[in-house]
């Protein structure tokens, strides 16, 4: 459908304006894992920026919910496979040193080779998961 | 010391502004681009079914803009609001990067939700993506807790160099 594939090209174009814009204002790589998991301990010392990021991110959200629901998508798992799946991407993201922002966005585009085998990596496992799961949890 | 320190509160001032107002498209992007929608990222991720290849356009429209904006950036000698760009600096694939990558990508093929689509979503007041939120933080802390592999680059330590920090790990 062209017209999902022209939100997903305007809304991409959106987030990579906003990782130069942090990169530009403060000299930071925009990795969602990264900003917050450097809020939990061993907590950070810059913690500014990495509030109000995490701030201006979160007020989004709530606006969004409240202005178009529909942008937010129905939870395709029962809860505990949600809970389940959380902690994988918590421990994965920290343990491979971020996630689809950090690696997938800044990274390619910085063309480190790190960042491209983690993407291949994350993506083949999340393929092949979402592969076999299909429609069945 | 940054360079807020050497210009006062307005910089300060700036610099949570700004920071804030970059989560914020951050967060419209996520939204507008269907990111938030777990249906879709796991209709993307599943290749087996009717496959929505729309996703890869998320990344690429990222990636347009960001490589480009980042090598005109990077020509600066320092950010606005900083004494000096933070790049992650370790360039060896190791058994943490690729198992951690892996361990990521099986928990967002179940969930269909990564981590600022799953704030997003949390923020917005869904109960799922609220859990998944907080499970995504038990694993974070989980991951700091384990010695052997704790992320190597807490934090604040400023290694000697030049203009351009070098932070090891820490991409996202």
Same mark, same amino acid.
């Given at each position: ?7 997903? &090209? ?128 | ?32 681009? %269907? ?39 990077? $020509? $600066? ?35 269909? &939700? ?12 869904? &109960? ?27 934090? %604040? ?16």
């Amino acid at each position: 459908m062209p017209s999902s594939w022209l939100f997903a &090209l305007v809304g991409g174009a959106l987030i990579g304006a906003a990782g130069s814009l942090l990169f530009l204002t403060h000299g930071r790589i925009a990795g969602i894992s990264g900003v917050l998991g450097s809020l939990l301990p061993p907590v950070a010392r810059d913690r500014g920026w990495r509030i109000a990021f995490m701030g201006g991110l979160l007020a989004v959200g709530l606006i969004g919910g409240l202005v178009s629901p529909t942008m937010i998508g129905a939870s395709v798992r029962s809860l505990p496979i949600v809970i389940v799946a959380g902690l994988l991407v918590g421990f994965g993201t920290r343990m491979g040193s971020g996630c689809t922002s950090g690696h997938g966005v800044c990274g390619l585009s910085r063309l480190s080779v790190r960042s491209l085998v983690a993407v291949a990596t994350f993506m083949t496992t999340g393929a092949v998961t979402a592969s076999l799961v299909g429609g069945a949890l | 010391m940054t360079a807020v320190a050497t210009c006062g509160r307005r910089c300060a001032m700036m610099s949570i502004v700004l920071a804030a107002a970059s989560g914020a498209l951050f967060g419209v992007g996520l939204l507008i681009s %269907g990111m938030t929608q777990p249906a879709k990222v796991v209709g993307f991720l599943d290749v087996t079914g009717a496959w929505d290849p729309s996703l890869a356009f998320v990344i690429g429209g990222a990636i347009t803009v960001y490589s480009v904006l980042f090598r005109l950036t990077g $020509r $600066r000698s320092d950010p606005w609001l900083d004494l000096k760009f933070h790049l992650p600096t370790r360039n060896d694939v190791d058994l943490s990067l690729i198992a951690g990558a892996a361990v990521f990508g099986i928990g967002w093929g179940l969930g269909g &939700l990564c981590p600022g689509p799953g704030l997003v979503a949390a923020a917005s007041g869904s &109960l799922p993506a609220l859990a998944f939120v907080a499970a995504m933080i038990v694993g974070m802390l989980v991951q700091h807790r384990t010695p052997a592999l704790a992320p190597d680059h807490h934090f %604040g330590r400023s290694p000697p160099g030049g203009a351009v920090s070098r932070v090891a790990g820490g991409a996202g």
